[in-house]
């Protein structure tokens, strides 16, 4: 039986509670939020055996395995190095982290102490992503040309959602994701990116932060891929997501549309809507969709001893491609990425 405790009680840690209750070979033995009165109502909802208001306590004197930081985007280096420090495994929600001596010094941490650590690059999961990497993969179709991939949120997770927007940027919240994926369905790295942003209605809204990013990719193989991530889309879209995909091949084409298919769609008299059946949900009380199945997988891994979907050097790749499209935008120039050995 796997012990699990988690850093962060918030929107995302419920996701991480709900899945290690069902998992047969997990238990979660503890929750640690430096918000008391949100770790103490999270602790009564699931159950848990033990609260934590100091994760650096709760390494020293918690008997758990391992450890899932679900804390905001730029907070989860010093929590992954203690975690490592103390023996720990990790599973870490994305990005890994947010500066390049922050991935560098993680990526250090988990192979110097010895623990698995993955990152919760969840879109792999996705089953229409999924099943493009394993036909891609197969080789019938030849090798990637040129792919699109649009990931936007709509403006409410900006605004109302994350009490954090100002101090992270939608390149970590959802250009985490589209990165990782197109990278792992390509099947190659980012070489060179050039990239604009556009900022102006998020400050508006006095959150400071950039709306939208076009971003240009070519990648190592000679693929060339256009990436759009914003946080600026009308609350009136049918789906919290924009997301759409295209990828072009030798002797092939693939084409996604994860947010407003027609799969299930729901019309009132005032609204029309696209309920989520791909992301998190579920199914006679199971836990359904690819968010869970990737933390389910982090339990599965962890009890067969295989390694994980997302290795921690790939996830690392991720945020220091981030952190080029950052500086193309700033500086106006094409950057080359500066990655590590996978
Ligand atoms: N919200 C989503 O839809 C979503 C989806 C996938 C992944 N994620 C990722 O999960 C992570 C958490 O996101 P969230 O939406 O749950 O954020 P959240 O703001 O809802 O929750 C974060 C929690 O961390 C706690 N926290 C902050 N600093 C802490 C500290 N030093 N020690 C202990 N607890 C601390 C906060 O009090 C809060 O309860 C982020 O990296 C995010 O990108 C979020």
Redesign the pocket.
Same mark, same amino acid.
């Given at each position: 039986m796997l012990k699990m405790a988690i850093? #962060? *009680?918030? !929107? &995302? #840690?419920e996701s991480h509670a709900s899945i290690y209750a069902e998992h047969p070979q997990a238990e979660c033995v503890a929750i640690?939020? =430096?918000?008391r009165e949100?770790a103490d109502a999270f602790a009564a909802k699931h159950r848990l055996a033990h609260t934590y208001y100091?994760?650096r306590e709760m390494l020293e004197k918690c008997d758990c395995d391992a450890v899932a930081i679900? !804390?905001?985007?730029f907070?989860?280096t010093d929590?992954a190095i203690a975690c490592a420090q103390a023996g720990k495994h990790i599973l870490i929600? =994305?990005?890994l982290a947010t500066r390049r001596e922050d991935v560098l010094a993680i990526v250090d941490a988990v192979e110097k102490h010895g623990v698995r650590a993955m990152v919760?690059l969840?879109n792999r999961w996705n089953p229409p992503f999924n099943l493009v990497k394993q036909m891609v993969a197969s080789g019938e179709y030849g090798e990637a040309k040129t792919a699109y991939f649009r990931l936007n949120d709509a403006l409410w997770v900006a605004t109302d959602?994350?009490? &954090?927007t100002a101090k992270s940027s939608i390149l &970590?919240?959802l250009g985490s994701h589209s990165l990782d994926t197109m990278s792992w369905i390509i099947g190659s790295l980012p070489e060179e990116v050039f990239a604009y942003k556009r900022t102006g209605k998020l400050a508006s809204l006095g959150i400071d932060t950039v709306d939208a990013y076009q971003t240009a990719i070519r990648y190592r193989s000679g693929a060339i891929a256009q990436m759009e991530n914003s946080w600026i889309t009308p609350n009136g879209n049918s789906n919290v997501n924009d997301f759409k995909f295209d990828l072009v091949l030798d002797k092939g084409k693939f084409d996604i549309d994860a947010s407003s298919h027609n799969l299930l769609q729901l019309t009132t008299e005032n609204t029309f809507y696209t309920p989520d059946v791909l992301v998190k949900n579920s199914v006679f009380g199971r836990c359904n969709g690819f *968010?869970f199945e990737s933390i389910r997988s982090f339990v599965d891994k962890m009890a067969s001893g295989e390694p994980f979907h997302v290795s921690l050097r790939e996830a690392a790749n991720v945020s220091l491609a981030i952190l080029a499209i950052m500086e193309s935008a700033e500086s106006g120039k094409p950057v080359r990425t500066q990655l590590i050995e996978q």
């Open positions: 850093i #962060g *009680a918030g !929107t &995302w #840690g640690c939020d =430096k918000n949100r100091d994760y679900v !804390t905001p985007d907070l989860h929590m929600e =994305k990005p919760d969840h959602m994350l009490s &954090w &970590w919240f *968010a």
